[in-house]
Structure formats: structure tokens, C-alpha cells
């Protein structure tokens, strides 16, 4: 079975220009969630989406982000106008659920590593 | 989430067992104990979870105190590739509220 499958696994844009990362979870997994981790710091949680809704975003900075999760395709997280603090690396994680309480561990992907010169 | 404490690093000689403590006083009764490791570079990578028994698989062992305030991996026979910074998170699984609040991680170093 795939894992969780990021990419680009490098992306390297001028600053102002739009930065798209691509996420395709485990398959059969129907939540996503995307993390930020700036070089020598920790993961910071951004946002947690199920199929075509948006249930926790309390880490997405308010302006230039967004975070999709279609019902057909890959999660996209886009960043618009992208400035030299965003270089960082992008890691992508997957779940699943069901009604009867289970929950799965989220299994991560490699990450894509953004450089904004 | 509760807050858990870890300590920043520690050390473990190749083929011995390494033991990473874990702090969670705080815990509620419906929050889990997850472990996850970074190596250098790569993604998060799941290593096991429990509720209050003791959990074992493939990769390690996790005791979880009674009282649940506390936790312990075990690696039971070290080696270099596991040399990562180390998770101990805690995560309750109610709808909405599924992800994991990473800290900031025990980070072992593995000594030949």
C-alpha cells in the first residue's frame, strides 16, 4: 500500500510568486491535515480537512493561505504571494475514522521543502 | 490536548535497551498516548499508541503508568537508525478535534 505521497519534495519560488503543494493520502484515508515546520523548530499544526470541508484551520495564517481537500484528487495547500518566511518544509498527513469511534494514528508523508529566494 | 513533558535529550548505547519517559499529569480520561519519531529530514512516523494497557508491536513498548500520568517507550534493542527526535503526544479522539500538538520531543542519539 502507498503511503502518504507529497509533492513536489522541493520547491523553490521568487518571492511574490504562488506556491502550490500537492497531498495524496493513504488511500482509503478521509482526513488530511497539514503541518509546518520551520528549519530547527517543531511542527506546527495548520489545518485539518475531510473530504471538501475545512474542520479546523486555527493554524493557517489569515492571509495567503488556503487548503483544499476535493472530493476527487489530492489536498492542495496554496500559498499566494509568497515571502522568504515561508520557507520551510510542508508535511501532509492522513487518516481515518468511522462511526464507531475508531480512529487511526495519522501517517505522514516526506514533506515538500518550499525555499522562496 | 494536555501538555506533556519530555526530556530535551538523551543517550543509549547500540543494542541496549532505550527507555524515553514521558510526562502527562494533566491527562483526561478520553485522551490517548501516541509516540511518534523524526529522523532528520523525513516525515513523522508513527510508532505506537495505547489508552491505559500496556501496548506492544514490531518497533516498541509502551507502559503506561496506572494513575496514566506518565509513560514510557521502550526500544528494546537500539540501533543507529533510530537515532530521531521522539513524540510523546497526547490525543483525544472526538470528531473535530483529531489532530496531534506536537511539542518539542526527546531527542536520542543512539552511540555505537
Known amino acids: 500500500n502507498a503511503g502518504v505521497m507529497q509533492n513536489p519534495r522541493h520547491l523553490v519560488r521568487r518571492r511574490g510568486q504562488e506556491a502550490r503543494l500537492r497531498c495524496s493520502p493513504v488511500?482509503?484515508?478521509?482526513?488530511v491535515y497539514w503541518y509546518r515546520q520551520l528549519p530547527e523548530e517543531g511542527l506546527k499544526f495548520m489545518v485539518y480537512?475531510?473530504?471538501?470541508?475545512?474542520?479546523?484551520e486555527s493554524g493557517m495564517p489569515k492571509e495567503r493561505f488556503s487548503a483544499e481537500f476535493p472530493k476527487e484528487g489530492p489536498s492542495i495547500l496554496r500559498i499566494q504571494q509568497v515571502v522568504r518566511g515561508d520557507s520551510a518544509a510542508y508535511f501532509c498527513?492522513?487518516?481515518?475514522?468511522?462511526?464507531?469511534?475508531?480512529?487511526?494514528?495519522?501517517?505522514f508523508g516526506n514533506g515538500t521543502r518550499l525555499t522562496v529566494t | 490536548d494536555a501538555k506533556t513533558t519530555q526530556p530535551p535529550s538523551m543517550d543509549c548505547a547500540e543494542g541496549r535497551a532505550a527507555n524515553l519517559p514521558c510526562n502527562h499529569s494533566t491527562i483526561s480520561g478520553n485522551e490517548y498516548v501516541y509516540w511518534y519519531r523524526q529522523i532528520h529530514s523525513q516525515g513523522p512516523q508513527y510508532i505506537i499508541h495505547g489508552l491505559k494497557n500496556n501496548e506492544t508491536n514490531e518497533m516498541a513498548s509502551l507502559i503506561i503508568t496506572e494513575d496514566r500520568k506518565s509513560s514510557t517507550l521502550i526500544l528494546p534493542h537500539a540501533t543507529l537508525r533510530d537515532t530521531a527526535v521522539y513524540y510523546c503526544i497526547v490525543r483525544v479522539h472526538n470528531f473535530g478535534n483529531e489532530k496531534l500538538t506536537f511539542g518539542t520531543g526527546t531527542r536520542l542519539t543512539i552511540i555505537p
Open positions: 498527513a492522513s487518516s481515518h475514522s468511522n462511526t464507531g469511534g475508531f480512529r487511526s494514528p495519522l501517517h
Open positions: 480537512l475531510q473530504k471538501e470541508n475545512i474542520i479546523d
Open positions: 488511500k482509503g484515508h478521509s482526513h
